[in-house]
């Protein structure tokens, strides 16, 4: 349902732009996993100020039938990026997703990358059965997603 998100997601971002109580000059995108995926695609698509990519989805199996992965929708003409990422990370594991970021850089994308040592994927789920909460990653994870799009404004 690639097509179909990623059409959502920008008239999403068209209504919120063409609302007066909302600053169209500082619209910005978070998300978590696959949501990350998806920030890569609008700030691709220059359609936020700025994104940050949570654990985000960087690659996968070809039966996730994703179309462009992340790196792909990012160049020289995409607004920044920010990509916080566990290095203990089993769900998206950090050899493979630093190859899409070497991709993303090598595309020009301006791409800023923080890598939590000991952060496994989701950590921020607290009562999670999957995967550990990590207090002290999902605080330092919020402070630097605001401190980005502070960063970004207009």
Same mark, same amino acid.
């Given at each position: 349902?690639?097509?179909?998100? =990623?059409?959502?997601?920008?008239?999403?971002?068209e209504l919120m732009k063409? +609302?007066?109580?909302?600053?169209? *000059?500082?619209?910005?995108?978070?998300?978590?996993?696959? #949501?990350? @995926? !998806?920030?890569? @695609?609008?700030?691709? =698509?220059?359609?936020? *100020?700025?994104?940050?990519?949570?654990?985000?989805?960087? %690659?996968?199996?070809?039966?996730?039938?994703?179309?462009?992965? /992340?790196?792909?929708?990012?160049?020289?003409?995409s607004t920044p990026i920010?990509?916080?990422? #566990?290095?203990? +990370?089993?769900?998206?594991?950090?050899?493979?997703? =630093?190859?899409?970021?070497?991709?993303?850089?090598? *595309? #020009?994308? /301006?791409?800023?990358?923080?890598? !939590? /040592?000991?952060?496994?994927?989701?950590? +921020?789920?607290? %009562?999670?059965?999957?995967?550990?909460? *990590?207090?002290?990653?999902?605080?330092?994870?919020?402070?630097?997603?605001? =401190? @980005?799009f502070k960063k970004h404004?207009?």
């Open positions: 349902y690639t097509d179909d998100i =990623e059409d959502d997601l920008l008239e999403i971002i063409a +609302d007066p109580k909302v600053d169209k *000059n500082n619209i910005f995108s978070a998300g978590y996993s696959a #949501g990350g @995926f !998806y920030v890569c @695609f609008l700030a691709g =698509e220059a359609a936020v *100020n700025a994104g940050v990519s949570q654990y985000g989805v960087w %690659g996968g199996p070809r039966s996730w039938n994703m179309q462009g992965y /992340p790196a792909e929708y990012l160049s020289e003409s920010l990509a916080l990422h #566990g290095e203990e +990370d089993v769900t998206q594991k950090l050899h493979r997703v =630093e190859q899409a970021w070497d991709t993303a850089k090598d *595309n #020009g994308a /301006p791409l800023e990358i923080h890598v !939590y /040592p000991d952060a496994d994927h989701a950590w +921020d789920r607290k %009562g999670s059965t999957h995967w550990p909460y *990590n207090e002290e990653v999902d605080k330092d994870s919020h402070k630097r997603t605001i =401190e @980005f404004m207009k």
